[in-house]
C-alpha cells in the first residue's frame, strides 16, 4: 500500500506522509494506546532523531542558533501557555490539563515540511532553521509534559525555578550521554575499514544512548540528537567519504521506512468520529496552537535573525503536528483526569495541520521570493 500512495504522491505533487494519512484514517487502529505509544517512543523516534541530527548542517546551525533556541524553548513555553490559559480562562478545560495539553500539542513535526523542502530546494539557511527548532523543541516539550502529567495525577503544583531546573538539567544529561556514546562507539568502530561496522555502531548510539538517558530520567531525545551529531564529527573528522556516505546511506532508507511505519499507524490510530465529541476544545486549541505561533513568528523572529518576512511565512506554516503529540496523548495513564478530551483534541490538532498545512506549504512556497542567505539546501 505505501508504494502505490507514494507513487501516486509523486504523481500529484503532494506530500508522501499527506498521502499517507489520508489513505490510512478510515482504517481502523492497527495499534492500542500502549502498543502505539511504545512502538513509536522506544522503536521509531530514536531512528527519525538520529537520522536527523546525522544530516543536520552543524555550521549553519551555529548561525542561525538564536532563532532556533528561540523558538524551541521560548516558543514551546509561549505555545502551552496559550493553550493552558486559552481553554482555562474559557472554561472549555481546567488549567492543569490544559497546560498539559499544551505540552503535548507543543511540539512540531517537520517531515512533511523538509521533503517539500527537498523537492524546492530553498535555502539551507531556512531549512535549518526549521528543522533544528523541531529537533530541540521535541526535548523541551517532552520535559514539560513529565512535570504536568505527574502534577496533574498526584495534585502536586509545579514550582517554576524547579521546573527550569529540570528542563536544564534533563538536557544537559541526555546531550552528555549522547556525545559520551558516540564516543565510546567510534574508539571502538575507528580501527576497522569494515563500512557495516561503521553502521552497527550508529545503531548502539541512537538506540543505547536513547534508551539509557530515559533509564536515568534524561532526555533520550537530546542523547540520540547529539549522539549522532558527534558520531557524524568522529566519522568526518577520522574516515574517508565512502565510510561516511554509507552509514548515511543506512540512516536515509531506515528513516524513509519509520516515517512510512509512523505515519500508516498515526493515520489509523486517529479515530475522526472522537474529534467531533468536544469540537469546541479541538477548535479552541488549533486556533491557540496557530495564533501562539503566528504571534512568535512575526513579532519575535524579526528581530533575532529572520528579516524575510517570505522565511517568516515558511516558518509560520511549518508548525505542523505530527505522531510524537499523538503518541505522548496516548502515554497518558487511562484513568487521568480529562484525559479522553486531551486525546481528542491532539487528534484534531494533528490531523487538521497535516492536511491544511502539508498541502498548503508547496503551492504557497512557490509563490514566495526565497532569496538564499547561505546557500541552498
Known amino acids: 500500500m505505501a508504494l502505490v500512495v507514494g507513487v501516486a504522491a509523486e504523481k500529484l505533487h503532494i506530500p508522501y506522509i499527506v498521502a499517507l494519512l489520508v489513505v490510512t484514517l478510515p482504517l481502523p487502529p492497527l495499534l492500542s494506546d500502549e502498543h502505539f505509544a511504545e512502538a513509536f517512543l522506544l522503536v521509531l523516534l530514536p531512528t527519525l532523531i538520529f537520522e536527523a541530527a546525522w544530516n543536520l548542517n552543524v555550521h549553519e546551525l551555529l548561525i542561525v542558533w538564536r532563532p532556533v533556541a528561540f523558538m524551541a524553548v521560548a516558543g514551546v513555553l509561549i505555545s502551552v501557555a496559550a493553550v493552558g490559559l486559552g481553554l482555562a480562562l474559557t472554561g472549555l478545560m481546567p488549567l492543569m490539563p490544559a497546560?498539559?495539553?499544551?505540552?503535548?500539542?507543543?511540539?512540531?513535526?517537520?517531515?512533511?515540511?523538509?521533503?517539500?523542502?527537498?523537492?524546492?530546494?530553498?535555502?539551507?539557511?531556512?531549512?535549518?532553521?526549521?528543522?533544528?527548532?523541531?529537533?530541540?523543541?521535541?526535548?523541551?516539550?517532552?520535559?514539560?509534559?513529565?512535570?504536568?502529567?505527574?502534577?496533574?495525577?498526584?495534585?502536586?503544583?509545579?514550582?517554576?525555578?524547579?521546573?527550569?531546573?529540570?528542563?536544564?538539567?534533563?538536557?544537559?544529561?541526555?546531550?552528555?550521554?549522547?556525545?559520551?556514546?558516540?564516543?565510546?562507539?567510534?574508539?571502538?568502530?575507528?580501527?576497522?575499514?569494515?563500512?557495516?561496522?561503521?553502521?552497527?555502531?550508529?545503531?548502539?548510539?541512537?538506540?543505547?544512548?536513547?534508551?539509557?538517558?530515559?533509564?536515568?530520567?534524561?532526555?533520550?531525545?537530546?542523547?540520540?540528537?547529539?549522539?549522532?551529531?558527534?558520531?557524524?564529527?568522529?566519522?568526518?573528522?577520522?574516515?574517508?567519504?565512502?565510510?561516511?556516505?554509507?552509514?548515511?546511506?543506512?540512516?536515509?532508507?531506515?528513516?524513509?521506512?519509520?516515517?512510512?511505519?509512523?505515519?500508516?499507524?498515526?493515520?489509523?490510530?486517529?479515530?475522526?468520529?472522537?474529534?467531533?465529541?468536544?469540537?469546541?476544545?479541538?477548535?479552541?486549541?488549533?486556533?491557540?496552537?496557530?495564533?501562539?505561533?503566528?504571534?512568535?513568528?512575526?513579532?519575535?523572529?524579526?528581530?533575532?535573525?529572520?528579516?524575510?518576512?517570505?522565511?517568516?511565512?515558511?516558518?509560520?506554516?511549518?508548525?505542523?503536528r505530527g505522531g510524537i503529540s499523538i503518541a505522548l496523548a496516548l502515554s497518558l495513564p487511562h484513568d487521568l483526569p480529562m484525559r479522553d478530551d486531551i486525546v481528542e483534541a491532539v487528534y484534531g490538532v494533528v490531523a487538521i495541520t497535516i492536511l491544511t498545512q502539508g498541502l498548503a506549504l508547496a503551492p504557497i512556497m512557490k509563490r514566495l521570493p526565497l532569496e538564499p542567505a547561505g546557500g541552498e539546501a
Open 99 to 320: 497546560l498539559l495539553l499544551g505540552a503535548i500539542v507543543a511540539p512540531t513535526d517537520p517531515i512533511a515540511v523538509i521533503a517539500t523542502f527537498r523537492r524546492l530546494r530553498v535555502p539551507v539557511d531556512l531549512a535549518v532553521t526549521v528543522e533544528g527548532e523541531s529537533l530541540f523543541n521535541d526535548g523541551v516539550a517532552v520535559v514539560l509534559y513529565s512535570a504536568f502529567a505527574l502534577a496533574l495525577s498526584t495534585g502536586k503544583t509545579i514550582a517554576p525555578l524547579a521546573l527550569t531546573g529540570s528542563i536544564v538539567g534533563v538536557a544537559l544529561g541526555g546531550a552528555a550521554i549522547g556525545i559520551a556514546t558516540a564516543g565510546v562507539a567510534f574508539l571502538i568502530v575507528r580501527w576497522s575499514i569494515d563500512r557495516d561496522l561503521h553502521v552497527i555502531g550508529s545503531i548502539l548510539i541512537a538506540y543505547g544512548a536513547y534508551l539509557g538517558a530515559e533509564s536515568l530520567h534524561v532526555s533520550g531525545i537530546f542523547a540520540a540528537l547529539c549522539g549522532g551529531i558527534a558520531y557524524r564529527f568522529f566519522e568526518r573528522r577520522h574516515h574517508d567519504e565512502p565510510v561516511v556516505q554509507h552509514v548515511q546511506t543506512f540512516w536515509s532508507i531506515a528513516a524513509f521506512f519509520a516515517n512510512t511505519i509512523v505515519f500508516m499507524i498515526v493515520g489509523a490510530r486517529i479515530e475522526v468520529w472522537r474529534i467531533l465529541n468536544h469540537p469546541l476544545v479541538v477548535i479552541a486549541t488549533l486556533l491557540l496552537v496557530v495564533g501562539s505561533r503566528l504571534a512568535v513568528v512575526y513579532g519575535v523572529l524579526p528581530f533575532i535573525g529572520v528579516p524575510q518576512r517570505a522565511w517568516q511565512h515558511v516558518v509560520a506554516l511549518s508548525g505542523i
